[in-house]
């Protein structure tokens, strides 16, 4: 079964859930510490960096935690091809440390910015809607059908994904990096602020290395794996079975919208997993 | 020419003291840094034709009574008119710094909306907001070294160069001895210039 290593970096606080939304799709799930031995990485068949406040968001999120040695580990192991998804603040550490969308290895290309929306600024906590793009990233994170809209929570500060190069921005939407954007609840381009929360670039919210096996992706897909995590006031099919399922423990149970990111990993580790035991 | 207000903590300043135990780890050997503080810098400036005498007083006042401006069981300021903060800003003694914006307009309409609502101030223009680094640092041959720590320390480039600003969303500039405040008052006003990648 393959295993994955949820990356406990201090101040992150989503590691629990994480890890309980990995086991819910057939995945070995580890926390591990930041400063476990070098060795110790290796052995996980992808990473998860969850969300949180790594080092209290100290001079910009992700910015120190960018900076350890197990950072360094996990981009030698996703130099390999193996997974790495970084959840909220594991997605501002993976682009302080330059791993995405890394054209050029290693060179910061990009920042996740404070929200601007106008008349709005700092934290932000609701639910959007995304939908997901097919580009590089698709197999590994977003094995849904064309048009789906999915809802998921966002709680950030510092989502917004930013270049000051305009050949990166380019490069981003011409090789189709952008793997899920903001859209309306009906799946239109979403301008402006609630649908467009923070004012990231291309209304992306999650954004892929070349390979598409690193997504750094601001939403909370496991606070939104299970039925019973849904808002019942959400409008669309998933607020209607929210609603449907009040009473029901079994249906409460059930998968809420946000886990399909965790299939899509699960169900790519595993094809791989059986590529490789093909003689 | 604008009033100032310049903002720290007195308590422990967390952010600050992880950027030196961070920036510590990415020097070569024989650079030493011995400290890093961190202000944040507030312009007022008089609307376009008039004079920040207008406001000063009572701008004066309301930084001393306003909670939002800063909180004094944590945090000192420094309020300086006009006419009290010179033609130059002077880094504190043994230092020098790094002044980083956002790469956006840097006014702060929501701070001066506020403001207003509480204390009406006729003839204040635009508020804007920078962050600034101090740094005391020494190069291998005793001086600052400031073009070695500004590369190692300032501006992001990758995993091992670059820590207190991201070039993506901040531009930064130089403050090294005493620089005049209508250099200061050009880089918050006009707009952030493009992007050069690093070769």
């Known amino acids: 079964m393959a295993r994955v290593a949820v990356v406990q970096i201090p101040g992150v606080n989503c590691e629990y859930e994480t890890a309980r939304a990995l086991e819910a799709v057939g995945l070995t799930a580890r926390i591990v510490r930041w400063n476990e031995p070098a060795s110790v990485w290796s052995e996980f068949d992808a990473f998860v960096i969850p969300g949180g406040f790594a080092f209290q968001d100290r001079i910009r999120a992700g910015a120190i935690a960018a900076k350890l040695p197990a950072v360094d580990r996990i981009a030698a192991e996703a130099e390999r091809g193996k997974p790495v998804l970084g959840i909220c603040n594991g997605a501002q550490v993976l682009v302080e440390a330059g791993l995405v969308p890394g054209f050029h290895p290693g060179k910061v290309e990009m920042a996740l910015a404070p929200n601007r929306a106008p008349r709005r600024e700092g934290y932000l906590c609701r639910w959007s809607w995304l939908a997901a793009n097919p580009g590089p990233g698709s197999e590994w994170y977003a094995n849904v059908r064309p048009g789906q809209v999915i809802p998921m929570p966002i709680a950030h500060g510092e989502g917004r994904f930013l270049t000051a190069d305009p050949e990166v921005l380019e490069r981003i939407e011409s090789e189709r990096l952008v793997l899920y954007r903001f859209v309306t609840p009906e799946g239109g381009p979403a301008s402006g602020y609630p649908h467009d929360p923070n004012g990231a670039m291309l209304q992306a919210a999650g954004i892929t290395n070349r390979a598409g096996n690193i997504l750094a992706f601001m939403p909370h897909p496991e606070r939104a794996s299970w039925l019973r995590q849904v808002p019942l006031e959400l409008k669309n099919v998933w607020g209607e079975s929210r609603r449907a399922a009040v009473g029901n423990w079994e249906a409460l149970e059930g998968p809420g919208p946000g886990r399909i990111v965790f299939e899509s990993l699960a169900s790519k580790l595993l094809s791989r997993a059986a590529e490789k035991a093909r003689p | ?199």
């Open chain 2, 1 to 199: 020419m604008s009033a100032v207000l310049l903002v720290g903590l007195k308590i422990t300043d967390l952010s600050a003291w992880t950027a030196l135990e961070t920036g510590r780890r990415l020097l070569d050997p024989g650079h030493t840094l011995a400290r890093i503080a961190r202000e944040q810098l507030l312009t007022f400036e008089p609307e376009p034709g008039g004079k920040a005498e207008t406001f000063e007083r009572a701008l004066g006042e309301a930084v001393r009574q306003s909670n939002f401006f800063v909180n004094p069981n944590k945090e000192r300021h420094r309020f300086l008119t006009s006419a009290e903060r010179g033609e130059s800003w002077a880094p504190p003694d043994g230092a020098w710094g790094i002044l980083s914006r956002v790469r956006e307009d840097t006014r702060d309409d929501g701070l001066k909306a506020r403001l207003l609502r509480e204390h009406p101030m006729p003839g204040l223009g635009a508020i804007r907001r920078a962050k600034v680094w101090w740094i005391w640092s020494r190069g291998s041959d005793g001086t600052p070294a400031t073009s070695y720590f500004r590369a190692t320390l300032g501006e992001l480039q990758d995993q091992k160069h670059g820590l207190l600003v991201n070039p993506h969303a901040e531009t930064a500039m130089l403050l090294h001895g005493a620089t005049p405040w209508s250099r200061v008052e050009r880089f918050l006003i006009e707009p952030a210039p493009a992007f050069r990648a690093a070769a």
